[in-house]
């Protein structure tokens, strides 16, 4: 049963433009969620997370949102760039949980074209 | 400071083979975490050390195994290679072992088995 759901496998968008990457959990004790972005031939990188007490969280051009009664977490980039295009992994799990207890999605390869 | 090493890089293998990866986490990082990437499944969890202990094993058979050496340094192991084991595996580490600390990962050893 997969519990952090990522539907979309690829995504493309055009450079300036918005993109919009999307999670789905199903495990309503997930109160702390995380985007990883991973390129070609290298490991993936942390690069912005929330917790439960927030709705939304920015950092520069990515903005995380959470509708915790949806159990959806989206994460918005603004304004997207080539540099941008990689495969970006959702992952969820509850906060006084361990590493161990993280699940990642399956991820989203998102493209930007020029 | 050094990132995660991962070696070796590529690895090919025949059925019934077993394998060693190692891993050389940051240093003063005590948590080392082992993920398995392949296109249908997206990264899973395989085990986590801290402190030379593991803390946590994902749902995968006994032939993989893992340990971590005093320095942190950690290897995996899988015995009787199968066909299916054919992925990308990484490594993580963080400082220590909560949810809330950053994973760094390594490239990764990809793994081939024939």
């Known amino acids: 049963d997969q519990q952090v759901k990522q539907n979309s496998p690829s995504l493309s968008v055009q450079e300036g433009r918005i993109s919009i990457l999307n999670c789905d959990y199903t495990?309503?004790?997930?109160?702390?969620f995380l985007w990883y972005k991973k390129y070609p031939a290298e490991g993936p990188t942390f690069l912005i997370s929330?917790?439960?007490?927030?709705d939304k969280n920015e950092d520069g051009r990515f903005t995380v949102f959470l509708n915790k009664s949806a159990k959806h977490l989206s994460l918005h980039i603004v304004p997207s760039q080539p540099g941008d295009s990689a495969v970006y992994f959702c992952?969820?799990?509850?906060?006084?949980?361990?590493?161990?207890?993280?699940?990642f999605g399956k991820g989203t390869k998102l493209s930007v074209k020029p | 400071k050094a990132g995660v090493t991962q070696t070796p890089r590529y690895l090919i293998k025949t059925r019934g083979q077993q394998v060693t990866l190692s891993c050389s986490p940051i240093?003063?990082?005590?948590?080392v975490s082992w993920y398995q990437q392949t296109p249908g499944q997206g990264l899973q969890f395989l085990f986590e050390?801290?402190?030379?202990?593991?803390?946590n094993k994902g749902n995968f058979p006994g032939r993989f195994s893992g340990r971590q050496f005093s320095n942190s340094r950690s290897e995996m192991n899988v015995s009787t290679l199968e066909l299916g084991d054919s992925a990308l595996y990484l490594c993580?580490?963080?400082?220590?072992?909560?949810?809330?600390?950053?994973?760094?990962f390594g490239s990764g050893t990809q793994l081939s088995v024939l």
């Open positions: 993580a580490s963080s400082l220590d072992t909560g949810i809330n600390e950053k994973l760094f």
């Open positions: 495990n309503s004790m997930f109160d702390y």
């Open positions: 929330i917790s439960s007490i927030k």
């Open positions: 992952a969820a799990s509850h906060y006084g949980g361990s590493q161990g207890n993280l699940i």
């Open positions: 240093s003063g990082h005590r948590s």
């Open positions: 050390y801290f402190s030379e202990t593991q803390r």
